[in-house]
């Protein structure tokens, strides 16, 4: 049997995920995490804050969350059922950050969870700056040319 | 003696597994083999602070279950072949630290207890070993976090993805000659595999990556 034959069998032999079901509970636990954001967003709004700083507290306050969510080991079990819908906010991110952390105690402070603490977000920082870098300096020259 | 038949190593006198151990962890223990395993841990950490140290704990156990049944010490094992997932075996290197028997560590990922079987045969076959002892063993917990993510990560299981067994097997070999082998599993032949690249790249689906070897050297038909 030829690589591509066999690439195509095993493709086509392979259970699916189901697609529309994994859409709709993703949206609703995507929902719910930014309607949560929402409403800690008008509460600190109501308590004083500005918006700039409603905003940031209201993203702390996602992480801290995400993060104990993620030591009771409960976060993986939203996520089973989520989906993306757990990894796209905020509190995915946090949770790439803290599992690995908790996972490599073991190792040592340094060895263990300082070495290993990144390397689920890792590649997310390093293209998320490489990129805001790229942006800028496209925006910079559009404006030095005077189109913006 | 051994002889070779096309590629099968054939053993003349066919060693015996005289017997045998096996334990597992909680889910395991729920499956549709609980009652065959010898025992069942339902604190999978069995007590250890990490998971590499439960999984060599796992593989101690089994293979003195193993010798209980015997009724050996380890004295009278004159070789371990033993493997697991971990890098530098490290699980079964620990499990057998400090008892004093000549060891091999084996890397083969899933064929690793057949190819400690294979090894531990070879070697009793050619006489140079009265008793082997032939184990494996992995943990769930510690080869997510070698092969695959975090435990508390919550990333999605793809449907073809592998759950890895928390156990760990042992088997302890003798001659099939001067011996009662009433009743035992005997290893008559054996056949190493050859690398079959098919070029499945996906991770999370093994049993494809692993399927066309089985074909290749006959032990399963591939259909037309």
Same mark, same amino acid.
Not at chain 2, 12 to 18: F, G, L, R, V
Not at chain 2, 32 to 38: H, L, S, T
Not at chain 2, 43 to 49: A, E, I, R, V
Not at chain 2, 198 to 205: C, E, F, I, Q, R
């Given at each position: 049997m030829k690589r591509k034959d066999y690439n195509t069998l095993v493709q086509s032999k392979a259970p699916a995920s189901k697609l529309l079901l994994n859409f709709c509970k993703a949206f609703l636990v995507g929902g719910l995490i930014c309607t949560l954001g929402q409403i800690l967003f008008e509460i600190y709004g109501k308590l004083g804050a500005d918006e700039d700083n409603a905003k940031l507290i209201t993203s702390i306050s996602l992480i801290l969350i995400s993060a104990v969510l993620t030591a009771l080991s409960l976060y993986d079990k939203i996520a089973k059922f989520g989906g993306a819908g757990t990894l796209v906010p905020i509190t995915g991110f946090a949770n790439a950050v803290v599992s690995p952390a908790l996972d490599n105690k073991p190792e040592g402070k340094i060895l263990g969870t300082g070495v290993q603490m990144f390397s689920i977000a890792g590649p997310v920082i390093v293209y998320g700056v490489l990129a805001a870098n790229l942006y800028g300096l496209i925006y910079y020259i559009l404006k030095v040319l005077k189109v913006m | 003696m051994a002889i070779l038949l096309g590629r099968s190593i054939v053993y003349?006198? &066919?060693?015996?597994?005289?017997f045998w151990g096996a334990c597992v962890g909680k889910k395991e223990g729920e499956g549709?083999? &609980?009652?065959?395993?010898?025992k069942v841990f339902e604190?999978?950490?069995?007590?250890?602070?990490a998971w590499e140290e439960s999984e060599s704990e796992l593989i101690k156990n089994a293979a003195e279950i193993a010798l209980a049944k015997g009724k050996w010490t380890w004295a009278d094992i004159d070789c371990i072949f033993a493997g697991d997932l971990l890098s530098q075996c490290i699980a079964s290197s620990y499990a057998f630290a400090g008892v004093g028997v000549n060891y091999c560590g084996l890397y083969g990922a899933c064929s690793t207890m057949a190819l400690a079987l294979i090894n531990a045969a070879n070697l009793i076959e050619c006489g140079a070993a009265a008793r082997t002892l032939a184990t494996t063993g992995s943990h769930f917990c510690s080869s997510e976090r070698q092969f695959r993510f975090?435990?508390?990560?919550g990333n999605q299981r793809a449907p073809t993805a592998q759950w890895t067994v928390t156990g760990a097997g042992a088997a302890i070999l003798e001659s099939g000659k001067n011996h009662n082998c009433k009743d035992k599993v005997r290893i008559r032949a054996a056949r190493f595999g050859e690398i079959t690249d098919?070029?499945?790249?996906? &991770?999370?689906?093994m049993g494809a990556a692993m399927a066309p070897v089985s074909v290749r050297i006959g032990y399963i038909k591939e259909r037309k």
């Open positions: - | 003349e006198n &066919a060693p015996m597994i005289s549709p083999f &609980a009652e065959k395993f010898d604190d999978t950490t069995l007590g250890k602070q975090p435990l508390e990560y098919l070029g499945v790249t996906d &991770a999370n689906n």
